[in-house]
């Protein structure tokens, strides 16, 4: 096909582009990082609760970044010192099933969600029952922050829109996609919950809460 595609946040660009300097095809636009940002969310996770040693990681084996989400969870893991307790689900039903038995203080001490749409549909059921478990949890967008996870780094999805209309406007006036290079996010976004943290018992400290971009009240 012929017709320029733009794309404003995509978890992994190099599964349909060759390359992030040209696509090779019709296609172009912003990478969200969500791979990139993994160590960052897990070194966000042991800042929020110091004490944490074991973190449970969940993953769907059906998504389109399984492996790749999990090999950078695990490397990240084990260059911070933290052991993870993986959760396998593959369906929000699943997820919400499991919740229960898996997603306790029993098993870890703190949780990370991975950018998996099946898993991420079905995070706001399972917010009361891990905050019961009083376990922080770092989230992989900004959106999860607002319905009750602790805190997320992440791209600002507003502002990926303002990004990609400059990529837009450039193929409008002669441009081709392959010609454009994909685009990291320009605006990264440390928002941080601190309901959820009262909720949970959590002391943020003051200096993170200083670096935060936004403090949800």
Same mark, same amino acid.
Do not use: C
């Given at each position: 096909?012929?017709?320029?595609?733009?794309?404003?946040? *995509?978890?992994?660009?190099?599964?349909?582009?060759?390359?992030?300097?040209?696509?090779?095809?019709?296609?172009?636009?912003?990478?969200?990082?969500?791979?990139?940002?993994? *160590?960052?969310?897990?070194?966000?996770?042991?800042?929020?609760?110091?004490?944490?040693?074991?973190?449970?990681?969940?993953?769907?084996?059906?998504?389109?970044?399984?492996?790749?989400?999990?090999? *950078?969870?695990?490397?990240?893991?084990?260059?911070?010192?933290?052991?993870?307790?993986?959760?396998?689900?593959?369906?929000?039903? &699943?997820?919400?099933?499991?919740?229960?038995?898996?997603?306790?203080?029993?098993?870890?001490?703190?949780?990370?969600?991975?950018?998996?749409?099946?898993?991420?549909?079905?995070?706001?059921?399972?917010?009361?029952?891990?905050?019961?478990?009083?376990?922080?949890?770092?989230?992989?967008?900004?959106?999860?922050?607002? &319905?009750?996870?602790?805190?997320?780094?992440?791209?600002?999805?507003? *502002?990926?829109?303002?990004?990609?209309?400059?990529?837009?406007?450039k193929i409008l006036k002669g441009s081709r996609p392959m010609d454009l290079p994909i685009e990291q996010p320009f605006k990264?976004?440390?928002?941080?919950?601190?309901?959820?943290?009262?909720?949970?018992?959590?002391?943020?400290?003051? &200096?993170?809460?200083?670096?935060?971009?936004?403090?949800? &009240?």
């Amino acid at each position: 096909r012929n017709i320029p595609v733009v794309f404003l946040s *995509a978890g992994n660009p190099l599964a349909f582009a060759k390359s992030y300097a040209s696509s090779g095809n019709n296609l172009t636009g912003i990478s969200t990082s969500t791979l990139d940002l993994t *160590a960052k969310r897990l070194e966000l996770l042991k800042e929020l609760a110091p004490g944490i040693k074991r973190v449970i990681s969940l993953h769907n084996p059906n998504g389109p970044n399984y492996e790749e989400n999990l090999n *950078a969870t695990r490397e990240a893991a084990r260059k911070l010192g933290l052991d993870l307790v993986e959760v396998n689900v593959t369906s929000s039903d &699943e997820l919400v099933m499991k919740s229960k038995e898996f997603l306790t203080r029993k098993r870890a001490d703190g949780i990370v969600y991975p950018p998996d749409a099946q898993v991420n549909a079905a995070q706001r059921l399972i917010y009361p029952q891990v905050n019961r478990e009083r376990l922080p949890s770092v989230a992989p967008n900004i959106g999860n922050v607002h &319905e009750g996870a602790l805190a997320t780094y992440a791209a600002d999805y507003y *502002a990926l829109g303002q990004q990609g209309a400059v990529i837009v406007d450039k193929i409008l006036k002669g441009s081709r996609p392959m010609d454009l290079p994909i685009e990291q996010p320009f605006k990264l976004m440390l928002v941080i919950n601190l309901k959820t943290a009262k909720a949970i018992g959590l002391k943020i400290s003051n &200096e993170l809460l200083l670096r935060a971009d936004k403090v949800i &009240e």
